[in-house]
């Protein structure tokens, strides 16, 4: 909790602008979603702050309250936040975008078209982010040709 509560990070938090010239938007969001959640993890309440750290952070507790099983829906409720801040959630993208593509090739599968879709969107986005993980490529070139496959 300290971290949140010192002069820097809330010096940061209030001018971000600033930082993101200097350091670049994606390093910044990284630092302060890291803080804002390792706070509001140990107790402490970031509810009434306006920043969209804030609000991300906010709907990422209430999706995983949520405990979806069902990977269309899944997809759906998180496909906002895997798309605007895939370099928050790389791994876990990864991991999901797997998860998906290993269901859609069982035989009873209820994947929809449109999950492997957004699930292809969402390893695009990670592979040009992190092009030096070859896992990632390889579950983007599985989505992508089951996806060409299907055409």
Known sequence: MTEFKSEQFQYLLHNQSLFYEKFGKIDVNKKIYRVLAQYEFEGGDISNLDFPQVKLVLKRNSLKNKKNNDLNAFAKDNNEIYTQYFYLFDYEIYN????????????????????????????????????????????????????????
């Open 96 to 151: 999901k975008s797997q998860e998906i593509y290993e269901a859609s090739k069982l035989e009873d599968s209820k994947i929809q078209m449109e999950t492997l879709v957004t699930a292809a969107n969402w390893m695009k986005l990670i592979t040009t982010y992190r092009p030096e993980f070859s896992e990632y490529q390889v579950v983007y070139s599985e989505i992508s040709n089951k996806l060409t496959a299907k055409e």
